[in-house]
């Protein structure tokens, strides 16, 4: 997805990312170039070095470096503050008979749903074959028991800047949910963990990272990429969710 000017909290060492030298762009630039020659393998090896460099990369030259089928890491804001099994907490709430927090350990204690699905980036960059696993938003949502009027659902970054919707129609399509794990094991942090959405039918932008929220609401608000010019809907296969 395309960067902006990221904002950084110089209050907070957690938030703020090692600097980086113009050396070091040029050399990792080479390796992960190299890749274009000497094949896949070495594209990889240099995403697993990127990965942790890249969300706090205040240059964007980054992601430029071509690193093959591989995930790319990234933050809309200077940093994101880690979570783990202690403090994690996903407050669901809005328009809601229920509302409620729940532990890592709350959602791992829930009924899994796993999925092995192509993972489709707007800007054309796709990774083939990724195994997630994770609770069903239907089932957050029959826990919750929507109002009448409840027809959109909202997502919340533990950012604390990125933002994302989908229809209560959209938001209870089987491929849809609350993902725990991906690649075969917990999902790190870079990757959005503890927690984060996996929205399989569409592009990767709606699949909210570093998941703190979801709120039900009375209609669909735009969130952080459909304000610089995304769809609101962003189906991968554009007939889905329409009429034939």
């Known amino acids: ?3 902006h000017n990221r904002r950084t909290d110089p209050e907070d060492d957690d938030l703020r990312g090692t600097p980086i030298g113009r050396r070091t762009i040029l050399g990792l630039a080479a390796l992960a170039g ?17 990965a942790p460099i890249e969300l706090h990369d205040p240059t964007g030259l980054i992601s430029l470096i071509p690193v093959g089928d ?3 890491f990234y933050s809309v ?5 880690t979570k783990n099994a202690q403090t994690y907490r996903l407050a669901v709430d ?11 350990a709350d959602l791992q204690a829930m009924p899994q749903t796993s999925l092995t699905r192509d993972f489709h980036c707007v800007t054309g960059w796709q990774v083939q074959q990724v195994h997630w696993s994770g609770v ?3 089932t957050l949502l029959d826990r919750a028991q929507p109002a009448p009027g409840a027809t959109a659902v909202r997502f919340r970054s533990f950012d604390g800047t990125y933002t994302e919707s ?8 089987d491929d849809v949910i609350v993902a725990l794990q991906m690649l075969g094991g917990p999902i790190t942090h870079n990757h959005g963990g503890p927690v984060r959405m996996y929205v399989a039918p569409m592009y990767g932008y709606k699949s909210t990272k570093w998941l703190s929220g979801i709120e039900l609401t009375s209609a669909v608000e735009t969130g952080y990429w459909e304000h610089r010019g995304y769809p609101v809907d962003g189906f991968i296969d554009p007939t889905q969710g329409k009429d034939s």
């Open 1 to 3: 997805m395309f960067r």
């Open 94 to 104: 809005g328009m809601v008979a229920n509302t409620a927090s729940y532990s890592l």
């Open 136 to 138: 069903r938003l239907s």
């Open 34 to 50: 190299a890749g274009v020659v000497t094949g896949k393998a070495i594209q990889d090896g240099a995403a697993k070095v990127l």
């Open 77 to 81: 804001t200077g940093g994101v503050p």
């Open 166 to 173: 989908l229809t209560l129609e959209q938001a209870r399509l």
């Open 70 to 72: 591989s995930f790319r």
